[in-house]
């Protein structure tokens, strides 16, 4: 029997200890498996186990991988942009305009809250409305600019990019309200006293002392639509294929597991990329306050 | 039109509340001016408004003559020194001080030169280059300052600029900016809450209350003559005693104080028969056991003594409880043994110039 010496000597080792096991069990050796994999070989109706770069090679060179992963990255960067644009004056409005502090306290809770709402809810919020049933066609058929039900709207990358930007736009705002909040006001003040106007002002300190937020938004928005599988599921049509969706076609109906490894192994290339980019600009950028 | 910045009857109404009541200010080109008051008197608000960052209520500031009350900062030949320092952390030393040129249409390598120049006007003529987190509070100071005179403003408006540096450092660069002021030439107005701050530095102290001007005189003038009790509480220390009016003849006023009588010669004399008189500690001492006036003593006994290093406090009690307090500068060799002892009665000379009259408050 352990003594109750024995639990507060190694209290602090059991603490770690499960969490450290969870992390080694359900990632690292995931991630093992994922990797071993992707150098597997498949022959039908088994995969065997080989050390080869066939997969890889294959992602490099059919065009139809290629076309997804661009398609993926193109998505990706429109999401992004248009959380920015939308997100940057909405937190500049906030924090520099809006005197009222209890009406910047909902606007920003407004922004936040849909997290607290089922993902999957909030994508299929879009089918409802750009679908051939749905409000924003009878909306415009109300007010007579079209006779029938539009089928433009919807299974289209428009849709997708529109849905991702709702869904993900809070990650945009969020770090960068966090950024412009810690300028100080009397930074805007002190650039006015030396004849800048607030235009001039935004661009040489306001703007560049916000960079930080920008950019942890920009890697969160790219990131998470990047890896995205739902939206183009519900929302993306025929050509609104991801490259989650192809990865998970291939685990499913393609019955190819070390060709979907090898894309989660590039997928996750990319992913880490883009985050060790951010992170180095971020530091470069650094500045103190 | 004589100053270089008039304020003309300034409101400044937060809501409901009232930030600036009616102040009428007329500043002197080339002058250090100091707001002095606590925090919530007004002074930053007053200050802020001649920068053109608040908008007063009512009333209207001219600078040289012209109407500049709805000018935004951009267009007042003004530039101000923030508390913070607000330097921008992304810029150089350089880039900073030289910011505020381009507007003003002056050429790259124009800006580099005055910016240079007002490096080394300050003391810092090798730090260009540095980014402003690598300096100190005292050289960021500098830098501020330095950024603030470059575009060679009529006025230079310092908020609070001493604030965030120590003590010894503060005092250094009091006189150091004294300096500035007089080689630049330009009107210095500063807001401090430090009274020792603004006798110090200033040509001219402006004491202010609840957002009025409690008093406007020079440093030894405010110190020497308050109006008012809140003035002498404010800028050095002041024993502060009830006393009746006895007699008055002209500026001589005879004065009854816990049943001693005393003389003063003060040049505002209150209307009313109770009022408050005010003694500097310093201004009072202690008189031999051998001296044998009679004109103008108080007599206490010593409570306490209190060591300053460079002064003596001394605590005399009054008949009635009044405690009075006496500053005298320690001589050479003297010692402690010295003073008189506790409990001793003792007799206080006062000058009858030495003592102010108040009006008695509430």
Redesign the interface.
Same mark, same amino acid.
């Given at each position: 029997m352990m003594s109750q010496a024995f639990f507060a000597r190694h209290a602090g080792k059991l603490v770690l200890g499960i969490p450290i096991l969870w992390i080694i069990l359900f990632m690292l050796v995931p991630y093992g498996v994922l990797l071993t994999y992707s150098f597997w070989l498949k022959k039908y109706p088994l995969f065997v186990p080989a050390f080869q770069f066939g997969n890889y090679w294959t992602l490099l060179s059919d065009p139809q991988y290629i076309k997804v992963l661009l398609r993926t990255l193109k998505i990706a960067a429109l999401v992004s942009a248009a959380s920015l644009l939308l997100a940057y004056p909405f937190a500049y409005y906030l924090v520099f305009r809006l005197k009222n502090t209890t009406m910047r306290l909902i606007l920003f809770m407004a922004v936040i809250a849909p997290l607290w709402i089922s993902y999957l809810l909030r994508a299929y919020v879009w089918k409802t409305i750009l679908g051939t049933e749905g409000i924003l066609n009878s909306f415009l058929m109300s007010i007579g600019m079209i006779d029938e039900p539009s089928g433009i709207f919807l299974y289209n990358q428009f849709a997708m990019v529109l849905t991702l930007t709702y869904i993900f736009i809070p990650f945009m705002v969020m770090p960068i309200y966090t950024a412009l909040e810690k300028i100080?006001p009397?930074?805007s003040?002190?650039?006015?006293? /030396?004849?800048?106007?607030d235009f001039?002002t935004f661009l040489? $300190?306001t703007l560049? /002392?916000s960079m930080p937020g920008v950019v942890a938004g920009f890697t969160m928005t790219f990131c998470l639509s990047f890896g995205d599988f739902i939206a183009p599921f519900l929302v993306g049509g025929p050509d609104g294929q991801m490259v989650a969706n192809v990865m998970a076609s291939q685990f499913g109906s393609a019955l190819n597991w070390p060709l979907g490894s090898a894309l989660a192994v590039v997928m996750l290339i990319i992913v880490l990329s883009i985050i060790s980019l951010s992170d180095w600009f971020e530091q470069s950028?650094k $500045?103190? /306050? | 039109m004589s100053g270089i910045i008039e304020l003309r009857n300034i409101s400044k109404h937060f809501g409901s509340v009232i930030g600036i009541d009616h102040v009428d200010l007329s500043v002197e080109d080339g002058e250090f001016l100091t707001l002095l008051g606590p925090s919530g008197c007004g002074k930053s608000t007053l200050l802020r408004m001649i920068g053109g960052f608040e908008e007063p209520t009512t009333g209207s500031i001219f600078l040289s003559g012209q109407d500049v009350t709805d000018l935004p900062p951009q267009k007042r030949d003004v530039n101000m020194m923030f508390q913070d320092y607000a330097l921008f952390p992304h810029m150089t030393v350089g880039q900073n001080i030289a910011y505020g040129l381009k507007m003003k249409g002056v050429g790259k390598a124009d800006a580099l030169q005055k910016a240079k120049a007002a490096l080394e006007l300050v003391g810092l003529p090798d730090k260009i280059d540095q980014m402003p987190h690598q300096m100190s509070g005292g050289q960021r100071q500098r830098i501020a300052l330095a950024r603030a005179i470059v575009r060679e403003p009529k006025v230079l408006l310092l908020d609070e600029p001493l604030s965030a540096l120590d003590a010894n450092l503060r005092e250094q660069m009091q006189v150091e900016l004294k300096h500035i002021h007089d080689k630049l030439g330009i009107t210095f107005i500063m807001v401090t809450h430090d009274q020792r701050e603004a006798l110090v530095m200033s040509d001219r102290v402006i004491v202010m209350e609840r957002g009025r001007i409690a008093q406007d005189g020079s440093p030894q003038d405010l110190y020497e003559h308050p109006k008012t009790t809140y003035v002498a509480n404010f800028i050095g220390t002041t024993n502060f005693m009830p006393a009746r009016i006895t007699a008055r003849n002209g500026i001589e006023t005879h004065l009854e104080i816990a049943g001693q009588s005393l003389l003063a010669r003060y040049d505002r004399v209150p209307d009313t028969e109770n009022i408050q008189i005010g003694i500097r500690p310093e201004k009072a001492h202690i008189l031999d056991a051998e001296s044998t006036t009679k004109s103008n003593v108080l007599v206490g006994r010593v409570a306490e003594h209190i060591y300053h290093g460079s002064s003596l406090r001394t605590t005399i009690k009054l008949t009635d409880g009044i405690e009075f307090h006496i500053d005298a500068m320690l001589p050479l060799g003297m010692a402690r043994a010295d003073v008189s002892g506790i409990g001793a009665e003792v007799r206080i000379g006062i000058e009858p110039e030495n003592v102010f009259l108040f009006e008695r408050e509430g």
């Amino acid at each position: 029997m352990m003594s109750q010496a024995f639990f507060a000597r190694h209290a602090g080792k059991l603490v770690l200890g499960i969490p450290i096991l969870w992390i080694i069990l359900f990632m690292l050796v995931p991630y093992g498996v994922l990797l071993t994999y992707s150098f597997w070989l498949k022959k039908y109706p088994l995969f065997v186990p080989a050390f080869q770069f066939g997969n890889y090679w294959t992602l490099l060179s059919d065009p139809q991988y290629i076309k997804v992963l661009l398609r993926t990255l193109k998505i990706a960067a429109l999401v992004s942009a248009a959380s920015l644009l939308l997100a940057y004056p909405f937190a500049y409005y906030l924090v520099f305009r809006l005197k009222n502090t209890t009406m910047r306290l909902i606007l920003f809770m407004a922004v936040i809250a849909p997290l607290w709402i089922s993902y999957l809810l909030r994508a299929y919020v879009w089918k409802t409305i750009l679908g051939t049933e749905g409000i924003l066609n009878s909306f415009l058929m109300s007010i007579g600019m079209i006779d029938e039900p539009s089928g433009i709207f919807l299974y289209n990358q428009f849709a997708m990019v529109l849905t991702l930007t709702y869904i993900f736009i809070p990650f945009m705002v969020m770090p960068i309200y966090t950024a412009l909040e810690k300028i100080p006001p009397s930074f805007s003040e002190a650039s006015a006293d /030396l004849g800048m106007s607030d235009f001039q002002t935004f661009l040489k $300190v306001t703007l560049p /002392l916000s960079m930080p937020g920008v950019v942890a938004g920009f890697t969160m928005t790219f990131c998470l639509s990047f890896g995205d599988f739902i939206a183009p599921f519900l929302v993306g049509g025929p050509d609104g294929q991801m490259v989650a969706n192809v990865m998970a076609s291939q685990f499913g109906s393609a019955l190819n597991w070390p060709l979907g490894s090898a894309l989660a192994v590039v997928m996750l290339i990319i992913v880490l990329s883009i985050i060790s980019l951010s992170d180095w600009f971020e530091q470069s950028g650094k $500045v103190e /306050l | 039109m004589s100053g270089i910045i008039e304020l003309r009857n300034i409101s400044k109404h937060f809501g409901s509340v009232i930030g600036i009541d009616h102040v009428d200010l007329s500043v002197e080109d080339g002058e250090f001016l100091t707001l002095l008051g606590p925090s919530g008197c007004g002074k930053s608000t007053l200050l802020r408004m001649i920068g053109g960052f608040e908008e007063p209520t009512t009333g209207s500031i001219f600078l040289s003559g012209q109407d500049v009350t709805d000018l935004p900062p951009q267009k007042r030949d003004v530039n101000m020194m923030f508390q913070d320092y607000a330097l921008f952390p992304h810029m150089t030393v350089g880039q900073n001080i030289a910011y505020g040129l381009k507007m003003k249409g002056v050429g790259k390598a124009d800006a580099l030169q005055k910016a240079k120049a007002a490096l080394e006007l300050v003391g810092l003529p090798d730090k260009i280059d540095q980014m402003p987190h690598q300096m100190s509070g005292g050289q960021r100071q500098r830098i501020a300052l330095a950024r603030a005179i470059v575009r060679e403003p009529k006025v230079l408006l310092l908020d609070e600029p001493l604030s965030a540096l120590d003590a010894n450092l503060r005092e250094q660069m009091q006189v150091e900016l004294k300096h500035i002021h007089d080689k630049l030439g330009i009107t210095f107005i500063m807001v401090t809450h430090d009274q020792r701050e603004a006798l110090v530095m200033s040509d001219r102290v402006i004491v202010m209350e609840r957002g009025r001007i409690a008093q406007d005189g020079s440093p030894q003038d405010l110190y020497e003559h308050p109006k008012t009790t809140y003035v002498a509480n404010f800028i050095g220390t002041t024993n502060f005693m009830p006393a009746r009016i006895t007699a008055r003849n002209g500026i001589e006023t005879h004065l009854e104080i816990a049943g001693q009588s005393l003389l003063a010669r003060y040049d505002r004399v209150p209307d009313t028969e109770n009022i408050q008189i005010g003694i500097r500690p310093e201004k009072a001492h202690i008189l031999d056991a051998e001296s044998t006036t009679k004109s103008n003593v108080l007599v206490g006994r010593v409570a306490e003594h209190i060591y300053h290093g460079s002064s003596l406090r001394t605590t005399i009690k009054l008949t009635d409880g009044i405690e009075f307090h006496i500053d005298a500068m320690l001589p050479l060799g003297m010692a402690r043994a010295d003073v008189s002892g506790i409990g001793a009665e003792v007799r206080i000379g006062i000058e009858p110039e030495n003592v102010f009259l108040f009006e008695r408050e509430g």
